[in-house]
């Protein structure tokens, strides 16, 4: 160091020495040469600048009216595309302009003249002069077929006018034209740059004022005739006419822009630049070829040393080259040396740590994935009332996406769900909140057609209070299944009471002394008893399996009145009431003769339960020529009004003459056996007093029944 100083006295030991003394040389002889062509040069630019500064502000100035009007326009579609306004506009309330007209449209829009008309030019509503509105409804009725936004005059001066039809949403026929107009002056009042123009007005057209010395200028999208002048104290003042669209007037916006010079000299800008360019070049070379030695070949080494070793440290790896450094480089090369060696030392350790680190992250991250993100149960993370974290099960639950649970509002991720728990009762988020935090808590959810869902709901919270998770289980499943047993149990108490009836009938009858042909009888029809009460518990189970349960096991042709003769004389025997039938046809039918006895034996038992014990039961047979029809009629107190269809609901049951018990499964069957069968079954009033059950079934062919037969 002590020979380099002693080589070089002239020379700083630092750079920021060095790079001073040398800019402040290059800068005075630069100063000295382009002083006086700057001078010319600023002179001339300043007009240049200037005017086209004028015509950048006459730009914006378009652009804050063409602003205005989009958002006048925003005002009116709002209401021109609303249900309520398009009927308002073909039904006026005054009570609708008060609360949702004049707050929202003429208050925020700061408008001078609202009007409302209807398509055939009538006038709902308007607020203004009577001279303003009486123009808006002229130019509505000239041009109403379209949206329109345009620069008027009104007799209060030039205004923005927006107008729009009335056309509600989806589009319909046009109920009718809304229209506001606001004062040109007040658009332009909010557009001020005290840094360039000042006394920015409007006002209406009138004469050109050609006494003075004005330049025209070109005239930017929007305005025509634009003119520019230098006033006494240098100010350039524009005059820009703004035509209106019905090309019938004008208005003029005036500005003058500040800071504006006399021109002091002719020169060109091309030859003031091309001065400047080729001195610039001059000087520049020299100060390149003076810093180059002491700044570019240290920084080139710097910078590959960055690049070879840098790649190294970013990856993790460890390397061993240090930077060597020139003993007569500056004290800041060295610090800045040292500096490098020492940050990319530090980058590979920390990069090697940042690599494990996020390996880590990578598994956590992972495992996350599998418990949050892939679990079936809906996930909520709530942060202070928004939720912060869903996964793909609670947007299924709630039938939101994603993108509309994250960073919302629990009460709005809830507002379109109808929940209610198990006694009916309507809850909110709030409630549902609270008591997951303390059990959790079974709702049942509806949030559509067909959309009826059961959730356990479970609330964890954190320590501060502040976060809350949320687990929604879908339990519909169990729900159904719990439904289904208790319906399976309920079948079987109701299907098994009608053959235990029988049986205990003829249980009753063999006590007594009979003949051996009764007896065998009455064995037989036990034994009949007994194999239907089989049939019906593999119905059930049946039914535990699938939906169709109630179906038919076996196709076969089945006789109509030989079913009913067997029937009747069964009940006679469980009921002690004579069961008469009736048969005007022999119809045979194709079905499961276990299940049309079941629907019988289940209409003949509905009638003696529900009437006297004199009163008379009747099996009537008859047919037409498609269709099979089998009644059941008795003369008790029949059936309510409004009730004939309610009583072949499940679980549906109406009082008989001692409140019999059951669960309202009887009717049900009875449909749902008909029904499996390609037919229908019906209750009506008995001519006379009564009730009469009808099931009709699709006729056999007749030679398929002779043949059978």
Not at 363 to 388: F, M, Q, Y
Not at 476 to 488: G, K
Not at 506 to 519: A, F, G, N, V
Request: a negative charge.
């Amino acid at each position: 160091m002590k020979r380099s100083a002693a080589r070089m006295p002239l020379l700083p030991a630092t750079l920021r020495g060095r790079l001073t003394v040398t800019i402040l040389l290059s800068s005075v002889l630069l100063f000295v040469l382009v002083y006086g062509l700057t001078m010319a040069a600023t002179e001339h630019q300043a007009r240049q600048i200037t005017q086209a500064q004028a015509l950048a502000d006459l730009n914006a100035v378009a652009v804050a009216i063409d602003l205005e009007a989009r958002e006048l326009d925003s005002y009116i579609i709002a209401y021109t595309e609303w249900d309520d306004f398009y009927e308002r506009t073909l039904d006026f309330d005054p009570g609708f302009v008060s609360e949702e007209v004049d707050p929202w449209l003429r208050e925020r829009s700061g408008a001078s003249a609202v009007v409302w008309l209807r398509r055939d030019g009538a006038l709902v509503n308007s607020y203004g002069s009577d001279a303003d509105v009486r123009a808006v409804r002229e130019y509505l009725m000239s041009r109403a077929s379209t949206a329109t936004a345009a620069v008027v005059s009104l007799p209060s001066g030039p205004a923005l006018l927006v107008s729009r039809p009335v056309t509600s949403d989806p589009p319909r026929a046009s109920a009718g034209y809304l229209a506001i107009a606001r004062p040109l002056a007040d658009v332009l009042s909010a557009y001020t740059s005290p840094a360039r123009l000042q006394s920015l007005s409007v006002h209406g057209a009138g004469p050109s004022d050609s006494s003075q010395r004005w330049t025209t200028l070109e005239s930017p999208d929007g305005f025509t005739d634009v003119r520019g002048r230098y006033d006494k104290n240098g100010a350039f003042q524009v005059r820009a006419t703004l035509p209106v669209m019905d090309g019938r007037n004008a208005a003029v916006i005036s500005f003058t822009e500040a800071d504006a010079r006399e021109s002091a000299s002719g020169i060109e800008p091309y030859v003031v630049g091309l001065a400047l360019g080729l001195i610039s070049l001059l000087i520049g070379l020299g100060l390149g070829l003076v810093l180059s030695t002491t700044i570019t070949k240290p920084m080139v080494k710097f910078s590959t040393y960055l690049k070879d070793r840098g790649y190294r440290a970013i990856e993790g790896l460890p390397f061993e080259e240090k930077l060597e450094l020139s003993p007569i480089l500056p004290d800041e090369f060295k610090d800045l040396g040292a500096v490098i060696q020492d940050l990319l030392t530090q980058l590979s350790i920390r990069q090697a740590e940042l690599k494990r680190a996020n390996e880590l992250a990578l598994a956590a991250e992972e495992a996350l994935r599998t418990v949050v993100n892939d679990s079936s149960e809906g996930k909520l993370l709530i942060v202070d009332g928004v939720v912060d974290i869903a996964n793909r099960a609670a947007s299924g639950f709630l039938d939101k996406p994603l993108g509309m649970l994250l960073k919302r509002p629990l009460t709005e991720v809830f507002e379109n769900l109808h929940m209610a728990t198990e006694d009916g009762r309507e809850i909110d988020a709030d409630e549902l909140m609270r008591r997951a935090l303390e059990n959790p808590v079974p709702i049942r959810c509806e949030s559509g057609p067909d959309a009826d869902r059961w959730m356990m709901v479970s609330v964890v919270g954190t320590s501060d209070g502040g976060s809350y998770l949320l687990t929604i289980r879908n339990i519909t499943e169990e729900r159904h299944l719990e439904e289904m047993r208790a319906e399976i149990v309920s079948l079987v108490t109701h299907d098994l009471r009608a053959p235990l009836t029988v049986m205990n009938g003829y249980l009753d009858l063999l006590e007594r002394p009979l003949p051996d042909e009764k007896r065998a009888r009455a064995l037989e029809e036990m034994r009949a008893a007994a194999s239907r009460m089989e049939s019906l518990l593999e119905d059930l189970l049946d039914t535990a399996r699938a939906t169709h349960g109630l179906g038919p096991r076996r196709w076969e042709p089945v006789p109509l009145a030989r079913l009913a003769h067997e029937v009747a004389e069964a009940s006679t025997v469980a009921t002690g009431r004579v069961i008469a039938v009736t048969a005007h046809a022999d119809p045979w039918v194709q079905g499961d003769p276990v299940k049309l006895r079941q629907a019988l034996d289940n209409l003949v038992m509905n009638a003696c339960k529900h009437t006297p014990d004199d009163s008379r039961v009747e099996i009537v047979i008859d047919a037409t020529p498609k269709t099979a029809i089998i009644s059941v009629e008795d003369n008790g107190p029949g059936i309510p009004a409004g009730q004939h269809e309610v009583i072949f609901e499940r679980y549906r049951q109406l009082g008989g003459r001692s409140a019999p018990e059951g669960l309202g499964l009887g009717l049900y069957i009875v449909r749902a056996i008909a029904r499996s069968h390609g037919g229908s079954a019906r209750a009506e009033d008995r001519e006379g007093g009564g009730a009469r059950f009808v099931i009709e079934l699709p006729l056999l062919p007749q030679p398929a029944a002779d043949a059978t037969s």
